[in-house]
Each structure stands twice: as C-alpha cells, then as structure tokens.
C-alpha cells in the first residue's frame, strides 16, 4: 500500500520536495483523468493513487489552498475570483502554475493529473512540458455520466478541510456526519458546488475540456469509462480498461 506523498512539491511548487517519497515502481503510472465536475475523479484519483502509488495532482486543490492564502498575488486574486464564480482560471496562470512544478510530473511515484488539462491549449502545453522532461503519458481517462447523475452527486459532496478526503452524504457518507473518517477534521462543502455555479462549470466544460478528449482521441491515448454505479464498481472498471489497453502489467 502506498503511504500516499504529502504532496508538498505540488502545493509549494518550485524544487521543493515532498517528505514522505513515493514507493518505487517498476513502471511509473502516468495519467490525466478527465470529465465533468462531480463525475468523481477527485475519488478515483485516491483510489488509483493508491493502487498505482501515484501522486494525484490536482490544479483545482491548489487553487482552493491559494484561496486560504491571506496575500495571493494580483494575478491569483484574479484567478480566485474566476473560480468562485465558477469559470475557468486563464490557460497562462494554469501553465505557468504546473510548469513551476515540473518536479511532480518526472515524480518516480508517476502521477495522475486531475483537473489539468481543461482546455485545447494547456493540453498542448502540457504536451511541450512532457517532451521537454521526456515524460511519456500511458493514457488519458475520460469519465462519462449524464447530466441530471452529476447534479445529484454535486450537491452531496464534502471535502475534508485538512486532508481533502471526498465523501458524498448518499452514496459514500462519513462514519461521524460532519467529520473525516481519516483525520477527523470537518467536512465542508465546496463553495463551487451550488447549483448556479455548477450550471458555469458544466457550460466551461462542455465548450473548453471536450475538445480536450478529442485531442487525446486523435493521439489514441483515450480511454473512455462509463462512471455509473459506486465507487469501488469505477475504480474496478477503471483498472479493467487500464489493464486492457497496458502494454505491460501495472504497479500493484
Ligand atoms: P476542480 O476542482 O478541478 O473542479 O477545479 C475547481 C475550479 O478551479 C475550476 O472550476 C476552475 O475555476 C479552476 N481550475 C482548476 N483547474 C483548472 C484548469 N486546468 N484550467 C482552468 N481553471 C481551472
């Protein structure tokens, strides 16, 4: 089992490493998860994370940390308030914010992107970043699930605010309502998840990140997974269709 990386390189960016180090693989897992807000990713990327010992780099969890921070820069300032009204932050902050943490994607742990790339450009972006690193990607997660199924989840998700654990109040509640199973600070629910801010972010997506898919379509990286049923049924047709199209076994 993987002790999961605190992910300080990613949160801090620049050369800072992480204390806990990733296990070694034989194969580093190197993935980006796509699909629409509440599709699960954030889940699944915990769950892959710890079967593939993979870091899950999330663009939107550093912008909620940069959201506590009492003096963010104009720029992030700027970015935050496109967050919260639940449009998308400009392709050069998102770009210039991963390429100062290049570290994270020559990680020995590999990683899973989540959230990141959302638009044709930072997909190529990415691109550029990869070859300059000569990191190669395995392949490119599109989670799929129709529109009234996210809505639904949406509205019951929470996050716990220290360790970013996701629980929905149906489908995956928390042993004590109001507080994380694995650290036991409180659970709260995301200021983007109210429904008029949830109807931006699927209009953003529907416009910015399907072309997205199409791009990794043409490279033959995509793999589509049908995101019904609970978490665990995801996460083990996600490993299926993984192991399907590997060109060798995965980390176990
Ligand atoms: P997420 O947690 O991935 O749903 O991201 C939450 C919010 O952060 C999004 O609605 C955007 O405002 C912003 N964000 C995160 N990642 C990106 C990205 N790659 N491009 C543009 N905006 C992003």
């Known amino acids: ?20 180090q990733p296990l070694t693989t034989a194969r580093p897992c190197r993935l980006i998860l796509l699909g629409p807000p509440g599709v699960g990713k ?18 939107g969890d550093l ?6 921070d009492e003096h963010p820069s104009p720029a992030m300032a700027a970015a935050l308030d496109t967050m919260r009204s639940g449009g998308l932050v400009s392709d050069k902050l998102v770009v210039d914010t991963v390429r100062e943490r290049t570290s994270c994607l020559r990680c020995r742990g590999g990683f899973l992107l989540d959230g990141f790339p959302r638009t044709l ?20 997660i599109a989670y799929e699930l129709p529109l009234e199924e996210i809505i639904d989840r949406l509205s019951g ?12 109040l149906a489908g ?21 998840d109210r429904p008029n801010v949830i109807r931006v972010r699927m209009a953003a997506y529907a416009m910015e990140t399907q072309p997205v898919c199409a791009f990794y379509e043409r490279l033959g990286k995509l793999i589509r997974v049908p ?23 995965l980390a176990s």
């Open 157 to 168: 998700r929470r996050t716990c605010s220290q360790c970013k654990t996701v629980y929905h």
């Open 42 to 59: 954030g889940t699944q990327a915990q769950l892959l994370g710890r079967e593939l010992h993979a870091c899950h780099l999330s663009t």
């Open 227 to 249: 995101a019904t049923g609970s978490p665990e049924e995801i996460f083990r047709r996600t490993l299926e269709r993984l192991e399907a199209c590997a060109a060798q076994p």
């Open 121 to 140: 450009a930072q997909a190529e972006a990415l691109e550029t970043i990869l070859d300059h690193e000569g990191v190669a990607l395995d392949a490119v």
């Open 63 to 68: 912008f909620r940390a940069a959201s506590r």
């Open 172 to 192: 995956n509640p928390p042993r004590k309502p109001g507080f994380c199973d694995r650290c036991g600070a409180s659970l709260q629910e995301r200021e983007d």
């Open 1 to 20: 089992m993987n002790p999961q990386t605190t992910r300080e390189a990613w949160f801090r960016g620049g050369d800072q490493g992480c204390i806990t």
